[in-house]
């Protein structure tokens, strides 16, 4: 089983930048896919972001697209999450995932293993 841990979150105002770190160990990972997700009180868990371990392809939701990148580091086992011009909407609790598959997908249901999330504000 791979454990995954989130930081990098905080409380920032509207246009601010964070970065999101996924740091993972357990297994080595040489395949499969990454993905960034969250959840805002009330609402169900959504996509983010995913990233092909081995191919660095990736995909974003349409309400991240062109602020937000994924990346990855195989040398240290981290995927980030860069977050710029930030909106109040982005507020949520920010969870990376995996799964054993390379293809990209969106559904929560289709990863495997979670880390506990990581809290970012975003103050208008």
């Known amino acids: 089983q791979v454990q995954l841990v989130e930081s990098g979150g905080g409380l920032v105002q509207a246009g601010d930048s964070l970065r999101l770190s996924c740091a993972f160990s357990?297994?080595?990972?040489?395949?499969?896919?990454i993905g960034w997700f969250r959840q805002a009180p009330g609402k169900e868990r959504e996509f983010v972001a995913a990233?092909?371990?081995?191919?660095?392809?990736?995909d974003y939701a349409d309400s991240v697209k062109g602020r937000f990148t994924i990346s990855r580091d195989n040398a240290k086992n981290t995927v980030y999450l860069q977050m710029n011009s930030l909106k109040p909407e982005d507020t949520a609790i920010y969870y990376c995932?995996?799964?054993?598959?390379?293809?990209?997908?969106?559904?929560?249901?289709?990863?495997?293993?979670w880390g506990q999330g990581t809290q970012v504000t975003v103050s208008s």
């Open positions: 995932a995996t799964r054993s598959l390379d293809s990209l997908v969106m559904a929560p249901s289709a990863y495997d293993d």
């Open positions: 990233i092909n371990w081995r191919t660095g392809n990736t």
């Open positions: 357990g297994r080595t990972f040489s395949r499969g896919t």
